[in-house]
């Protein structure tokens, strides 16, 4: 099984930016199309971007396109999310897992918190 482990987080003033980074354990993490999620307090996870696995495909939820870029490397079985101009409400825990059915285990999570 597939092991997610996220880093990356912290807190950055508003138009700052981060960089996340998904490491994924397993020989099987480039057969798949991944994905950023995030989950803010008392909302649901939602869908921020994602990754064909190739990395030829990506897309973004409208609230983050032209700030946030997805990438992976499958020689070092990590996707990475790069958060530029962040908000404030891009506050929340970032997680990664596959663009459909989030098949893995979730991972724990790296915190994005944006001061105003």
């Known amino acids: 099984q597939v092991q997610l482990v996220e880093s990356g987080g912290g807190l950055v003033q508003a138009g700052g930016s981060l960089r996340l980074s998904c490491a994924a354990s397993?020989?099987?993490?480039?057969?798949?199309?991944m994905a950023w999620f995030r989950q803010a307090p008392g909302k649901e996870r939602e869908f921020v971007a994602g990754?064909?696995?190739?990395?030829?495909?990506?897309e973004y939820t409208d609230s983050v396109k032209g700030r946030f870029t997805i990438s992976r490397d499958n020689a070092k079985n990590t996707v990475y999310l790069q958060m530029n101009s962040l908000k404030p409400e891009d506050t929340a825990v970032y997680y990664c897992n596959t663009r459909v059915g989030a098949i893995f285990d979730w991972g724990q999570g790296t915190q994005v918190t944006v001061s105003s």
């Open positions: 397993g020989r099987t993490f480039s057969k798949y199309t």
């Open positions: 990754i064909s696995w190739a990395g030829q495909n990506t």
